[in-house]
C-alpha cells in the first residue's frame, strides 16, 4: 500500500465547515425566546453542529468512543508508574465494560471501538480490532520510536475505524487511547511542536514522586533533543517520538472531519493528537470539541494551539476517552435546545424589548 498516497487522499478530503449554515444556526439562536447569547456555550455548540453537517437542527443518534491502544518503549527508561503490561490488562477490560470510560460510555449510551494497534503482546478477543502496525514503538531515548511508513499506516488505522464507526450509523465520535508510557511521548511531540520546555509539557501522568518526576523530563527532553523532528512535519514528529495509539487517534480527527461528523477530544493525549490533525489539515479543527479540562499540564498548551476551550472541568486525568461521554452529553443538551425551544414568535413574546438591553456580562468565577 502506498501510505503517503492515501494519506494525501485523506487530508484533501477534509473541507471547511459550512459558513452559511453557521450563520442560519445564530440567526434562529437570536430568535429563541431568551435574552441574546444567555445558553453561552451551547449556543456556540449548536452553531458549530450546524456549520458541521450543514443543518440548522440536528440530532445525535449514535455516539462512539474508539480506543487506539498501543506499548510505548521509552517506558524501559522507568517513565510510567504502572507496568506495560497493564496496557493489555485494561485493553481486555474495555470489553468487560469495567474501566472508567466502559462505565461512562455505557451511561451515556455510547458504543466503544477497541482497537489494538500496537499493544506489546498477541490479544485476542473477538469484539477488539486487531489492526496491529508492530509490537509497540522503539525507545524514542535511543532513537525513533517507529518509522515513517509505521506512523502513516497507524494513522491510516484510526481513519480506517472511524469510518468503520460512521458506516454503523454513528454520527459523534470520541478518540480515547490506552497505552503505558503514552503522556511520556505525548509531551516530547508537544515540546516538538511548540519549541515548549519540559517544566510547561511533561506532568506526572499516573502518578510519580517527584524523582520519578524529575527523570521523565530528562528523559523526555533527551529524547526530544536526539531525534530532533521536523516541527512543521506532523508526521516525522510522529514517527520520531510519538506513539502508534496518538497517530491512530490523529486518523479518528481526519475521518471525522471528512465524513462531517463531529469529534470529542477527551484530556492530554488525544489534544496533542488533535493538534497533530489540525496541522495536517487545519479544516478539520471546525469538527473538533472539547470535553473536560485535564489535570496534566500540558493540556492547557494543546488546547491554545487548536484555540479550543474545555466543556467542563472534572479535575479528571484517567484517559481513555473518559471525558468523550460526558461530552457527548453536553453536545445532545445543544441539539435539544435548538430544536424544541420555542422562537419569540412561538412564545408570543414581543421581542422589541431587546432593543432597549445590552447583553450582560456574568461573572463566571465560582468560589470554591
Known amino acids: 500500500m502506498n501510505y503517503t498516497a492515501e494519506l494525501t487522499q485523506l487530508i484533501k478530503a477534509v473541507k471547511p465547515a459550512d459558513t452559511e449554515a453557521i450563520a442560519k444556526a445564530r440567526e434562529r439562536l437570536d430568535n429563541l425566546a431568551k435574552p441574546p447569547g444567555s445558553l453561552g456555550v451551547l449556543e456556540d455548540i449548536a452553531a458549530r453542529l450546524a456549520g458541521i453537517t450543514g443543518q440548522v437542527l440536528n440530532t445525535i443518534n449514535k455516539k462512539a468512543v474508539i480506543i487506539l491502544s498501543a506499548d510505548n518503549g521509552v517506558v524501559e527508561e522507568g517513565v510510567a508508574s504502572a507496568p506495560q503490561s497493564v496496557t493489555y490488562a485494561q485493553t481486555l477490560n474495555f470489553m468487560r465494560g469495567v474501566t472508567g470510560v466502559a462505565v461512562l460510555a455505557k451511561q451515556a449510551n455510547a458504543s466503544l471501538y477497541v482497537v489494538d494497534v500496537g499493544i506489546n503482546a498477541e490479544i485476542s478477543h473477538p469484539n477488539i480490532i486487531n489492526r496491529k502496525v508492530r509490537m509497540g514503538t522503539g525507545n524514542m531515548r535511543k532513537g525513533p520510536a517507529m518509522t515513517r511508513e509505521e506512523a502513516m499506516k497507524a494513522i491510516l488505522v484510526g481513519a480506517e475505524v472511524a469510518e468503520m464507526a460512521i458506516a454503523d450509523g454513528c454520527d459523534l465520535l470520541g478518540a480515547g487511547e490506552m497505552g503505558i508510557g503514552n503522556t511520556s511521548t505525548s509531551s516530547a511531540l508537544l515540546m516538538a511542536l511548540t519549541g515548549c520546555s519540559a517544566d510547561l509539557a511533561v506532568g506526572r501522568g499516573a502518578g510519580l514522586d517527584e524523582a520519578a518526576f524529575a527523570h521523565k523530563k530528562r528523559v523526555v527532553t533527551e529524547a526530544v533533543a536526539l531525534n530532533n523532528p521536523d516541527r512543521s512535519d506532523p508526521v516525522d514528529l510522529l514517527a520520531k517520538v510519538g506513539g502508534l495509539d496518538i497517530a491512530a487517534m490523529t486518523g479518528v480527527y481526519l475521518a471525522a472531519a471528512k465524513n462531517r461528523v463531529p469529534v470529542v477530544?477527551?484530556?492530554?493525549?488525544?489534544?496533542?493528537?488533535?493538534?497533530?490533525?489540525?496541522?495536517?489539515?487545519?479544516?478539520?479543527?471546525?469538527?473538533?470539541?472539547?470535553?473536560?479540562?485535564?489535570?496534566?499540564?500540558?493540556?492547557?498548551?494543546?488546547?491554545?494551539?487548536?484555540?479550543?476551550?474545555?466543556?467542563?472541568?472534572?479535575?479528571?486525568?484517567?484517559?481513555?476517552?473518559?471525558?468523550?461521554?460526558?461530552?457527548?452529553?453536553?453536545?445532545?443538551?445543544?441539539?435539544?435546545?435548538?430544536n424544541h425551544m420555542a422562537t419569540f414568535e412561538e412564545a408570543s413574546i414581543d421581542s422589541e424589548y431587546l432593543d432597549q438591553i445590552d447583553e450582560i456580562s456574568f461573572d463566571q468565577t465560582v468560589n470554591p
Not at 277 to 300: I, T, W
Request: charge should be negative; include cysteine; proline fraction near 4%.
Open 265 to 338: 477530544i477527551d484530556g492530554f493525549i488525544s489534544a496533542v493528537a488533535a493538534v497533530l490533525a489540525f496541522r495536517l489539515a487545519p479544516d478539520s479543527l471546525s469538527y473538533m470539541f472539547g470535553s473536560h479540562l485535564s489535570e496534566e499540564p500540558g493540556y492547557k498548551l494543546a488546547m491554545e494551539q487548536l484555540g479550543l476551550a474545555a466543556m467542563l472541568n472534572m479535575r479528571m486525568r484517567l484517559g481513555e476517552g473518559s471525558g468523550c461521554p460526558l461530552g457527548f452529553s453536553i453536545i445532545e443538551f445543544a441539539c435539544a435546545m435548538m
